[in-house]
T-cell receptor
Framework: DTGVSQDPRHKITKRGQNVTFRCDPI?????LYWYRQTLGQGPEFLTY????????KSRLLSDRFSAERPKGSFSTLEIQRTEQGDSAMYLC???????????FGQGTRLTVV | QKEVEQNSGPLSVPEGAIASLNCTYS??????FFWYRQYSGKSPELIMF????GDKEDGRFTAQLNKASQYVSLLIRDSQPSDSATYLC?????????????FGKGMKLTVNP
């Protein structure tokens, strides 16, 4: 296990379509985070899982966004009815309880046309 | 939500010089602070974290924390062209059972050969 893995790396979709992204955290990490980053901005928090429990979802996130982490392993982030404003890099990160540092995956770059 | 402020730059230094990157944060109760490096089109990569007042050194990198002034900085000694990237400052926020990183917008550093 060499790190956090995200799939796909790039996604181009038409406006109104649904998309789903996958994140596989570092195997011993029980904490998983999703962030979104647009050009010239720092990563913006979307949601946080501890094991399989989703403990926080950003208030900025519309109801079109949903995330799951069944069995506390991999996680999926789904965006329904995509809009052009959803175009961004979607980043997954993981960490271990008691450790301060979080490690990011390579990201999924979404382009909505 | 806690706020993290970074000068957006860009910062340009000659090869071999010291690059100094600064960050301020709004919540006096913040405990943990992180510096990430992000190359263009890539995901953030953890450089260092610090949680005690004072300096923490790792190779050419030194993180400095002053909790009284709510200020954290990153010094890069003997800057190399490969250090050219955007540097993100992040603060760990804990609320209830959740936690997340809150990022600044990043500072773009260019090291000129």
């Amino acid at each position: 296990d060499t790190g956090v893995s995200q799939d796909p790396r790039h996604k181009i979709t038409k406006r109104g379509q649904n998309v789903t992204f996958r994140c596989d955290p570092i195997s011993e990490h029980n904490r998983l985070y999703w962030y979104r980053q647009t050009l010239g901005q720092g990563p913006e928090f979307l949601t946080y899982f501890q094991n399989e429990a989703q403990l926080e979802k950003s208030r900025l996130l519309s109801d079109r966004f949903s995330a799951e982490r069944p069995k506390g392993s991999f996680s999926t982030l789904e965006i329904q009815r995509t809009e052009q404003g959803d175009s961004a890099m979607y980043l997954c990160a993981s960490s271990w309880t008691g450790a301060l540092e979080a490690f990011f995956g390579q990201g999924t770059r979404l382009t909505v046309v | 939500q806690k706020e993290v402020e970074q000068n957006s730059g860009p910062l340009s230094v000659p090869e071999g010089a010291i690059a100094s990157l600064n960050c301020t944060y709004s919540d006096r109760g913040s405990q943990s602070f992180f510096w990430y490096r992000q190359y263009s089109g890539k995901s953030p990569e953890l450089i260092m974290f610090i949680y005690s007042n004072g300096d923490k050194e790792d190779g050419r990198f030194t993180a400095q924390l002053n909790k009284a002034s709510q200020y954290v900085s990153l010094l890069i000694r003997d800057s190399q062209p490969s250090d050219s990237a955007t540097y993100l400052c992040a603060v760990n926020e804990r609320q209830g059972g959740s936690e997340k990183l809150v990022f600044g917008k990043g500072m773009k550093l260019t090291v000129n050969p």
